[in-house]
C-alpha cells in the first residue's frame, strides 16, 4: 500500500477551452512523486466515492472514465479503495468506476490522520476522517489480493484464493494444511461485512510462503496473533479478523 505520511500541492492550470471553459488555475496533489489528484479543487463526494482524476478537458465529474475510489476508514487511517460496489452494479461499470493505474504500481494510499486533515484544509469539501464508512473484512481481503505478487490470489473479479500452482512451500508447517487454512480465511473474510480491527504488524506472526518465481521468492501477506489467522497489509498493517 501507499502510505502517505506528506503530501505537496502542485500548481497547475487547466485548458477547458475545448468545453467553452476557459483556463482555470488548480492544485494537484502528490505524495512521494506520486500524483494522488489532478485537481483538488474539484474533488466531489458521491455516494462516499471519489472520483480523483477528473477530466482535464471540462473538469467534470463522470466524463473521463476511471479514476474512481471509495473512501474508508480504519482506525485513525483514511485508505482510498477502488470503487468495488460501484464497479459490480452492471455492464460496463467496472471500467467506468475503475481505480487510478498508479493503484497497481504504488497500492492503494493509506492516509494518516494529520495528513488527511492536511487534505480538508485543501478541500473542505471532504469528509471527516470519523464519517467515513469502516473497511470490512470484504474489501480487506480484496486488498491483499490487488497486491499481491504473480496474482497469486487470483485476479478480480474473481473471489481471492491461493494458486497452489504457484506455491512451493512455506518457511514454517506443511504447505497443504497451512494453504487450507488461509483459504478457509478468505472464504470467510471475503463473504464477511463486519468492520476490521487493526493490529500492529509487530504482535503478528508471519506466515511466510515460498513462491514459484526467481524475482519474488517469499510473500508475506498473513499472520497469526493469539492463534487467529490476520492480513497483514505490506507489513505494516495487520488486521485481525475473526474466520
Known amino acids: 500500500m501507499l502510505h502517505v505520511t506528506t503530501i505537496t500541492a502542485v500548481a497547475r492550470e487547466l485548458d477547458f477551452s475545448s468545453s467553452s471553459g476557459g483556463r482555470r488555475a488548480v492544485t494537484a496533489v ?24 477528473v477530466c482535464e ?20 487511517f483514511v485508505v482510498w479503495v477502488p470503487a468495488w460496489e460501484a464497479m459490480e452494479r452492471g455492464r460496463g461499470d467496472a471500467n467506468e468506476y475503475q ?19 492536511e487534505l480538508r484544509r485543501l478541500r473542505p469539501a471532504l469528509p471527516a476522517a470519523a464519517t467515513l464508512t469502516p473497511l470490512t473484512a470484504r ?23 491461493l494458486r497452489r500452482d504457484l506455491l512451493l512451500g512455506v518457511v514454517e508447517g506443511d504447505l497443504h494444511a497451512e494453504a487450507d487454512a488461509l483459504d478457509h480465511c478468505l472464504d470467510a ?29 517469499t510473500w508475506v501477506a498473513f499472520g497469526r496473533r493469539d492463534g487467529t489467522i490476520s492480513l497483514l497489509l505490506d507489513g505494516d498493517l495487520g488486521f485481525v479478523i475473526e474466520a
Open 57 to 76: 478537458c471540462c473538469g467534470h465529474r463522470g466524463c473521463a472514465q476511471g479514476g474512481w475510489v471509495a473512501l474508508r476508514r480504519c482506525a485513525e
Open 189 to 217: 473474510w471475503f463473504q464477511a461485512e463486519e468492520p476490521v480491527q487493526p493490529a500492529s504488524g509487530r504482535s503478528v506472526a508471519t506466515i511466510e510462503l515460498l513462491l514459484d518465481s526467481v524475482e519474488i521468492p
Open 30 to 53: 502528490t505524495t512521494d512523486g506520486v500524483q494522488l489528484c489532478n485537481a483538488v479543487e474539484l474533488l466531489e463526494v458521491e455516494s462516499g466515492r471519489l472520483q480523483i482524476e
Open 99 to 117: 481505480p487510478p493505474a498508479y493503484f497497481a504500481v504504488h497500492g492503494c494510499p493509506v492516509f494518516a490522520a494529520n495528513v488527511w486533515e
Open 139 to 161: 474489501e480487506a481481503s480484496r486488498l491483499v489480493q490487488l497486491a499481491a505478487p504473480l496474482q497469486v490470489l487470483g485476479r478480480y473479479p474473481d473471489p481471492p484464493r
